[in-house]
T-cell receptor
């Protein structure tokens, strides 16, 4: 069983479109995150949810909206996609006693 | 907030040699320091971690040291092998908020 699974793995879309990425964890962790990894491989936190509550919202355009229907799921919706949004997006989860477990990533390409 | 700096950005070693990657952090409240290995096209995976009440931790060929006073921690890989080639990230954490270093691309030449 995959501990943190995110879909889709690849996403190619045109500028201006709206898209969603889904993430689910079966580890029983309380906290979930979205990270963006750009072409230089830098991992930057975007959002964090703890028990469905938003606890971290870094400087991210409001075109990005996370949604956590329950503590096992954290989805990311992106409106009006721009070329600069092209990156790999990683979902992750953690608990107090454990480090991060990352999902396999979603490679978003905006054309 | 926390600021984690990582050096070097690239590191090339000969197979069998040791590799050392260093990180510094700014927030003295950070108390958990994991290291992640990311192979090309794959997810970052935890390889070793250390908590602030410990100065050193070792797991086979990898070890991590922490100097709380100086606010720096290091990853040591001994007897490097080609499969150690990857990008390595350090992180500092407090209350489940992780800040990652900028990554070190390690190349182990056969």
């Amino acid at each position: 069983d995959t501990a943190v699974s995110q879909t889709p793995k690849y996403l190619v879309t045109q500028m201006g479109n709206d898209k969603s990425i889904k993430c689910e964890q079966n580890l029983g962790h309380d906290t979930m995150y979205w990270y963006k990894q750009d072409s230089k491989k830098f991992l930057k936190i975007m959002f964090s949810y703890n028990n469905k509550e938003l606890i971290i919202n870094e400087t991210v355009p409001n075109r990005f909206s996370p949604k956590s229907p329950d503590k096992a799921h954290l989805n990311l919706h992106i409106n009006s996609l721009e070329l600069g949004d092209s990156a790999v997006y990683f979902c992750a989860s953690s608990s107090i006693r454990a480090g991060y477990t990352f999902g396999s990533g979603t490679r978003l390409t905006v054309v | 907030g926390e600021n984690v700096e990582q050096h070097p950005s690239t590191l090339s070693v000969q197979e069998g040699d040791s590799a050392v990657i260093k990180c510094t952090y700014s927030d003295s409240a950070s108390n958990y320091f994991p290291w992640y290995k990311q192979e090309l096209g794959k997810r970052p995976q935890l390889i070793i971690d250390i908590r602030s009440n410990v100065g050193e931790k070792k797991d086979q060929r990898i070890a991590v040291t922490l100097n709380k006073t100086a606010k720096h921690f290091s990853l040591h890989i001994t007897e490097t092998q080609p499969e150690d080639s990857a990008v390595y990230f350090c992180a500092g954490s407090h209350f489940n908020k992780f800040y990652f270093g900028s990554g070190t691309k390690l190349n182990v030449k056969p």
